[in-house]
C-alpha cells in the first residue's frame, strides 16, 4: 500500500510530495526495466538472495528511495576498498526446510546440521567483513542500522562447532546421552568381537570357515563358511560370495 498524503487540518490541504507513485507499464518499458531485474538476479549468489531480490516491491516514499540509495552507495565504498570475503556463497545450501521441521519438534539430522554450520559460518564471514569495514569508514553511519538488524548467531555457530570434529562428524561428546551410547556400542561391538573370535576357535567351526576371520559386511561382523558346511555354523546367513561358494 502506498503511503496517503497529508492534509491540512480542515481536509483542504496539498498532496503530500512524499508519496511516490507506483511506475507504470510504459515507464518500466522504456527504463527496460524487466532486463535490470533478470541481470540483478543473475548476480544474486545465493537461493536466499535470489528470493529476497524477487519479492522486493518499489518503495512509495521519496525518502526511503533516498535512505536506499545511501544505503547502496555505502556498500559500493565498502565492496569497491575492500575485497569482499573468499565465501563460496553459490555454494551455500538451503537450509529453511530443516529448520521448518524443526520447528514443528523434529531435530536435524548430521548432514542438515553440516549445512546449518556451513551457512551459518558463510554468512558471519561476509558480515564480520562489512562490520571490519565499517570501523575504517565511519563516516558510513548509514550501514549501522542495517547491521543492527541481524541477530548475533556467532554463539550458535560456536556451539555447533564444539561438537563436531575436524570431519565434520559429530562427536561423542556432543551430548551425556549421545556419549552413553557410543560407550555401549563399543562395549556391544567388543562383546560380539569376542565371541566371534572363539567361535574361531572352536575345531568344528574352524573347519566350515574359507578363511579363519572375522569379516564385515553392511555393518554386520560374519564368518565366510563353506557351503557344504553350513549347518556347522549357527548362526544367520546375511549373504554370499559372487561364486556362491561361500556364506557369510
Request: hydrophobic share 40%; aromatic share 6%; with cysteine.
Amino acid at each position: 500500500m502506498y503511503s496517503v498524503s497529508s492534509t491540512s487540518p480542515h481536509g483542504d490541504g496539498p498532496e503530500n510530495l512524499e508519496a511516490v507513485p507506483p511506475p507504470d507499464s510504459q515507464t518500466l518499458t522504456v527504463l527496460e526495466w524487466p532486463f535490470i531485474h533478470d541481470q540483478l538476479l543473475d548476480r544474486c549468489c545465493t537461493l536466499y538472495g535470489q528470493e529476497a531480490w524477487q519479492q522486493q516491491t518499489f518503495l512509495d516514499a521519496r525518502t526511503s528511495v533516498s535512505q536506499r540509495l545511501a544505503e547502496v552507495a555505502a556498500l559500493e565504498v565498502l565492496v569497491t576498498r575492500y575485497n569482499p570475503p573468499e565465501v563460496d556463497l553459490l555454494s551455500v545450501p538451503d537450509i529453511r526446510p530443516g529448520l521448518a521441521r524443526v520447528a514443528k519438534g523434529d531435530v536435524f539430522g548430521l548432514d542438515e546440521i553440516k549445512s546449518l554450520l556451513k551457512t551459518l559460518d558463510g554468512g558471519l564471514e561476509f558480515i564480520q567483513h562489512l562490520v571490519r569495514g565499517l570501523a575504517k569508514e565511519p563516516q558510513l553511519t548509514v550501514l549501522a542500522p542495517l547491521l543492527k538488524q541481524i541477530p548475533d548467531m556467532q554463539p550458535v555457530s560456536d556451539y555447533l562447532a564444539e561438537k563436531m570434529d575436524v570431519d565434520g562428524e559429530l562427536l561423542d561428546t556432543a551430548s551425556e546421552a549421545l556419549a552413553k551410547l557410543s560407550q555401549r556400542l563399543r562395549q556391544e561391538t567388543q562383546h560380539v568381537r569376542k565371541h566371534m573370535q572363539n567361535l574361531l576357535n572352536q575345531p568344528n567351526i574352524s573347519k566350515a570357515l574359507q578363511d579363519p576371520v572375522v569379516t564385515e559386511r553392511s555393518g554386520r561382523y560374519v564368518l565366510p563358511v563353506k557351503v557344504a558346511f553350513k549347518t556347522l555354523v549357527p548362526g544367520i546367513v546375511h549373504g554370499d560370495s559372487a561364486s556362491g561358494s561361500t556364506l557369510f
